[in-house]
């Protein structure tokens, strides 16, 4: 914690999509411990619920006085109708957000183009691209009127390679390089600042829910090597959001030292 520069968190408010696990869950302590205020956002109520008081209890152990309010909001990004009700849901004490973490997002199965279900392919278009620009969408806004924010978007090495058997996943982050790439340079002349984080192999849930809940298929991915845990990409993310104002980190490409690209990778070296 001691090279981020803390005082630069402290009241902040940070809404992150995708907080019940996973990356989401563990930037939302992490911010929680600089003393920001957090907005979660998920489907899962419970799960998000855990994650809150989490955050309740990693301010508290901080010593922080700044921050530690934590709101949370069932959504799915997925879903417009719930999306462009979501200024609402906000209690009003956090509406003026500092930094958006679009952290929502998924990959199912690895079929091959032409045997990919179209409610597989819908879905990961539907949280992973269109959730994601529908919520940058509804803050932007904001950010502009004040001059001031950070987007935070979430990609992958997906969105830099793509690879058989990701075509809809790599697509959909490919997508959100674009996306990002675009809002970046329409900012330029703004205060505001965007970044997009593209980790590689990050042990979640992530695989679990790729092989549709098989957690021994979910293993063998990161059998032999080290992955990158969830708290890793959180301290990349927080990190992107404690630089000074006038400093934007465009993109963070971060993979565990034994994977190269998306397919090469060396299983040898238990770390
Ligand atoms: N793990 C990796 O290897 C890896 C690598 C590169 C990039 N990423 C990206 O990192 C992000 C987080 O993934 P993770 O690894 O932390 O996986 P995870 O543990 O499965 O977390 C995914 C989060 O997204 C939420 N989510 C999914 N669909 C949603 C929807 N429609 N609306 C709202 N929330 C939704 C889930 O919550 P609910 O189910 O409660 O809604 C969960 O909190 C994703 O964008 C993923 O593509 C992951």
């Known amino acids: 914690m001691s090279v981020f520069n803390a005082s630069r ?28 205020n957090l907005i979660l956002l998920a489907r899962r109520a419970d799960a998000l619920k855990a994650i809150a008081d989490a955050c309740t209890t990693a301010h508290k152990e901080s010593g922080v006085q700044q921050g530690g309010k934590v709101a949370t909001i069932q959504l799915d990004v997925s879903d417009k109708a719930q999306v462009s009700g979501l200024l609402d849901k906000i209690p009003a004490e956090l509406r003026a957000i500092d930094v958006l973490v679009n952290n929502a997002g998924y990959v199912l199965g690895v079929e091959r183009v032409g045997e990919i279900a179209a409610s597989d392919i819908e879905g990961m278009f539907a949280t992973n691209v269109l959730g994601l620009i529908s919520v940058t969408q509804l803050f932007i806004k904001d950010f502009k009127q004040r001059n001031t924010g950070h987007v935070i978007n979430i990609g992958s090495i997906a969105g830099r390679e ?17 996306f990002t790439g675009s809002l970046m340079r329409e900012l330029v002349d703004t205060s505001i600042r965007v970044t997009e984080i593209q980790p590689g192999m990050v042990e979640t849930e992530f695989s679990v829910i790729r092989f549709r809940g098989n957690k021994a298929a979910a293993d063998k991915v990161y059998e032999g090597l080290h992955p990158l845990t969830a708290e890793d990409i959180a301290e990349e993310i927080v990190w992107a959001a404690s630089r000074p104002p006038h400093v934007n980190l465009a993109e963070v490409f971060v993979l565990p030292v034994n994977q190269a690209s998306a397919t090469l990778n060396y299983r040898g070296n238990r770390l």
């Not at 968190?9 to 003393?35: D, N, P, R």
């Not at 793509?162 to 674009?178: F, L, N, Q």
């Open 9 to 36: 968190l402290l009241g902040k408010t940070v809404l992150v999509t995708g907080a019940s696990s996973g990356i989401g869950a563990a930037t939302a302590i992490l911010f929680a411990k600089g003393g920001a």
């Open 162 to 178: 793509a690879y058989a058997g990701g075509s809809i996943y790599c697509a959909t982050k490919h997508a959100v390089s674009a």
